[in-house]
Nanobody, 124 residues
């Protein structure tokens, strides 16, 4: 079973961009769908984006559609989340998660493996 480590979070002004990385170790991420989720203080974890194991299909939450892009590089054993036009309401801890041979789903319980998260803070 792979382990996941997120990076790339930080503090950015509204309208700025960040690129989050989710790097797998202990195995290949090639056969996993990978999703990004986020959790803001006092709120439940919510789905952000997912990419299926082939990389052909991506699916986004309405709140980030057109601003965020999920991609994968199996050679680097990584999945990325490019976040543009960031808003203060995007502030949260962002988690990546892996689902073996998954089709890519917004349902968090479908994902077997989770990273520790990376903080994204967007100032107004």
């Amino acid at each position: 079973q792979v382990q996941l480590v997120e990076s790339g979070g930080g503090l950015v002004q509204a309208g700025g961009s960040l690129r989050l990385s989710c790097v797998a170790s202990g195995g290949t991420v090639r056969n996993y769908a990978v999703g990004w989720f986020r959790q803001a203080p006092g709120k439940e974890r919510e789905f952000v984006a997912t990419i299926n194991w082939t990389g052909r299909n991506q699916y986004y939450a309405d709140s980030v559609k057109g601003r965020f892009t999920i991609s994968r590089d199996n050679a680097e054993n990584a999945v990325y989340l490019q976040m543009n036009s960031l808003k203060p309401e995007d502030t949260a801890v962002y988690y990546c998660a892996a689902d073996l041979l998954g089709s890519g789903t917004a349902r968090s319980y479908e994902y077997e493996t989770w990273g520790q998260g990376t903080q994204v803070t967007v100032s107004s």
